[in-house]
């Protein structure tokens, strides 16, 4: 059996969510999303989950410590002994640094990080033209997914909408804070010399196709 650590990067809308399941779903190993784990350790009181909740509750964004903290007791889990995908972590050089450390700890090492990478004229593409049933919450694209009847909703024919975070100024906000936040982190890796650049443009299964000849090399 191979064990693989794996490191998912890439910009909001590049698509790494749905590349995450499948890679999760082929390789059987667990997709570790730093949101489901805030969530999970907000909802549940833990200690860490308490700590993390002060500061969104703020506004604020939670520090790096808590972030490794969660991130550490989430991988000590017995689930991620065979390998696991991390999804939204680490995001910082210093968050890499700590993870480095607690994986050298046990003997173990990252073996890739999978960096998709899409163009982002299409990424406004994708995302400012998405839309979402103000109703059902059935999701559409004006370009890629339309609706039957223009604004409104196939399934129950209320009106579509855009969501606030899919306006044009809030994507290129998420887009340049994903850049000053990841350059680094993509250098980070390069210099340990495993980082992997998957083409994310095109359908989802030949990204994937993509993805999987990436990992060949390490899943001999």
């Known amino acids: 059996m191979v064990l ?7 910009p909001p809308g590049a698509g790494k969510g749905t590349q995450a399941k499948f890679i999760s779903e082929e390789y059987s190993i667990p997709h570790i999303s730093t949101g ?12 860490l989950g308490i700590e993390a909740k002060k500061y969104l509750d ?3 964004l939670v520090p790096d410590e808590v972030t490794i903290n969660i991130v550490k007791d989430r991988l000590g889990k017995d689930d991620c002994k065979e390998g696991f995908l991390l999804d939204g972590f680490p995001r910082t050089v210093n968050q890499a640094e700590a993870l480095d450390l607690f994986l050298n700890d046990k003997g173990q090492k ?8 899409v163009h982002k ?6 995302m400012t033209g998405r839309r979402v049933c103000s109703s059902c919450g059935a999701s559409y694209h004006i370009k890629f997914n339309p609706t039957k009847v223009k604004g409104k909703c196939d399934v129950c024919h209320s009106d579509v909408i855009q969501r606030k975070d899919d306006t044009e100024s809030t994507v ?3 887009l340049d804070v994903y850049d000053k936040q990841t350059q680094p982190l993509i250098g980070y ?6 980082l992997s650049i998957v083409d994310g443009t095109g359908e989802i299964n030949e990204v994937f196709q993509r993805v999987k000849e990436s990992l060949k090399s390490i899943c001999k």
């Open 172 to 174: 290129k906000d998420r």
């Open 121 to 126: 004229e299409l990424i406004l593409e994708r």
């Open 110 to 117: 990252i073996d890739t990080v999978l960096l998709i990478d």
């Open 4 to 10: 693989l650590k794996i490191i998912l990067l890439g």
């Open 189 to 194: 890796y390069k210099k340990q010399k495993i």
């Open 58 to 60: 703020n506004g604020q």
């Open 36 to 47: 489901d784990i805030f969530r999970k350790n907000i909802s549940e009181k833990t200690p």
